[in-house]
């Protein structure tokens, strides 16, 4: 395939053709054709089939529960996974709707005037195995919630559309966790398992129970286009978590959130290690994230089954707690390497570089406490900071130092309310050049001639070069009896 040059250009085509729709017009037959019943747009795949989910019952009334024309519609749908694939248009609308699984050869595609609406009854929401390797549920030490949009063992997934909205109406979630009172762990927006070249893109997602994207031990994954809204008070409603996933690339995202706007994750204390299932290969670009109380971009801390080889650059932060920051601890075991940053410009930040080796929280007292995460070959440069509180923090562990660590070309304007102490470093090793103002000791500047140091690989990475392509999408007015014996 050939590798696409630029992809913004190739981002603002898609969002282009995605809007760019057919007038309304009367056909010979006498019936009305709607400006979504005819349009173009992109992804990974193109198919054969197609329905709307009026076809299967659906009502976008905002009350009615769709839940059974989701399921109707995909399970119909699942027929042509070897013929060419279907899509499932979902029209204007308000549509109220519980969990539905997704199949393979398969695209979702919201309208722009269309609403997802999360049903807030709990019956909705089946209860699944917590994920191998955690042991055990975020919120509570059982099973979870399955996720709104939720797959597993795909290939060839899209969930896409024209920035049409996904309402996970949270807040009931919200007060329940708060309280104590949720057995099992909060449901996320989309979960996509076990799967291979997915992609999620042009959509807005709002107010998810928990964290929003979720791909877990799945390969050639694109997130795109996402717009992804919280209240910044919201508890663990993360942007996108990328967990235990291999060839990643996450771009052109604007994310408000609650929580970490990108975290990196594969498995938590001995299940992770147990399960050994490393995130990789992994692309971030063109990010804007504001997150008062969380990182724009986190590695762990749930990384025992490894993180290694992960590219962010053109990044913006706004308001945020910290840049990058690396959260593990004793226990955790596996490791953080090869680690690219540049590019990042922060205003307004509690920190701009932390890590951590004491992030406590463990799923279990059955860890190990002899395993310790390897910390290194950690690169930052090119990055421009103002009105920040403290430089930097970063606490590795005793007697297993976080090493490395290169810090170049960077630029720190501190707030008036800044530390007396810019750099906290402990159990690091490391160097930096051309940063102000001056790092620790631990970070000597070894001089100007460093300054291009830290170097970001020229490579690529095999997602980029996964060609996206123009589809058409026609509305074909056909309730045919095939479909209607289905139902």
Not at 20 to 36: A, F, K, N, Q, T
Not at 150 to 165: M, P, Q
Not at 221 to 236: E, M, R
Request: hydrophobic content about 35%; some cysteine.
């Amino acid at each position: 395939m050939e590798l696409p040059r630029k992809p913004q250009a190739i981002q603002a085509i898609c969002v282009l053709a995605a809007t760019i729709l057919l007038l309304r017009i009367e056909s010979v037959d006498g019936r009305h054709h709607y400006p979504w019943e005819s349009f173009e747009y992109c992804a990974i795949s193109c198919r054969a089939h197609s329905a709307s989910l009026t076809d299967f019952g659906g009502v976008g009334d905002g009350v009615t529960s769709n839940t059974k024309a989701f399921k109707a519609a995909i399970d119909y749908l699942a027929q042509f996974e070897e013929d060419g694939g279907s899509m499932l248009f979902v029209p204007p609308g308000k549509w109220l709707t519980g969990s539905f699984n997704l199949t393979s050869h398969f695209t979702l595609y919201l309208h722009k005037d269309a609403v997802l609406l999360a049903s807030q009854d709990e019956n909705e929401w089946a209860v699944i195995e917590p994920l191998p390797s955690y042991g055990r549920g975020r919120d509570a030490s059982g099973g979870r919630y399955i996720s709104l949009i939720f797959g597993a063992n795909l290939t060839d997934v899209v969930v896409t559309g024209d920035n049409g909205t996904i309402d996970g109406q949270g807040e009931s979630w919200w007060k329940k966790f708060r309280k104590g009172e949720l057995q099992f762990t909060r449901p996320y927006l989309i979960e996509i398992m076990y799967s291979e070249n997915v992609q999620i893109s042009n959509l807005v997602l709002v107010n998810s129970p928990s964290w929003n994207v979720h791909p877990v031990y799945s390969s050639n994954v694109i997130v795109q286009g996402l717009t992804i809204l919280a209240p910044v008070t919201s508890p663990n409603t993360d942007g996108i978590n990328p967990d235990s996933c291999t060839n990643t690339r996450i771009e052109d995202c604007y994310i408000v959130s609650g929580d970490d706007c990108i975290a990196v994750k594969s498995g938590w204390d001995e299940y992770g290690i147990s399960f050994g299932m490393p995130t990789r290969q992994l692309v971030i670009r063109r990010l804007t994230c504001i997150s008062p109380d969380s990182a724009v971009i986190a590695l762990g801390s749930e990384m025992s089954g490894g993180i290694q080889d992960v590219r962010a650059e053109d990044i913006l932060a706004i308001n945020s707690e910290s840049g990058v920051r690396i959260k593990t601890s004793i226990g955790r075991g596996g490791y953080v390497k090869d680690i690219y940053v540049r590019g990042m410009t922060m205003k307004t930040m509690k920190w701009v570089f932390w890590m951590t080796g004491n992030y406590g929280s463990h799923p279990d007292n059955n860890y190990d406490p002899k395993a310790l995460p390897v910390i290194n070959n950690i690169n930052y440069r090119d990055i421009i900071a103002e009105n920040v509180t403290m430089a930097a923090k970063l606490e590795g562990i005793q007697g297993d130092p976080f090493t490395g660590i290169c810090i170049s070309n960077v630029t720190i304007e501190l707030a008036k309310n800044t530390k007396k102490l810019p750099w906290n470093c402990t159990n690091i090793e490391g160097f930096s050049s051309g940063v102000v103002p001056q790092p620790c000791g631990a970070l000597p500047d070894k001089g100007p001639e460093y300054i291009a140091a830290c170097n970001f690989p020229t490579d690529s990475i095999p997602i980029d070069n996964v060609e996206i392509k123009t589809c058409s999408y026609r509305r074909k007015h056909l309730l045919n009896n095939h479909v209607m014996k289905h139902l």
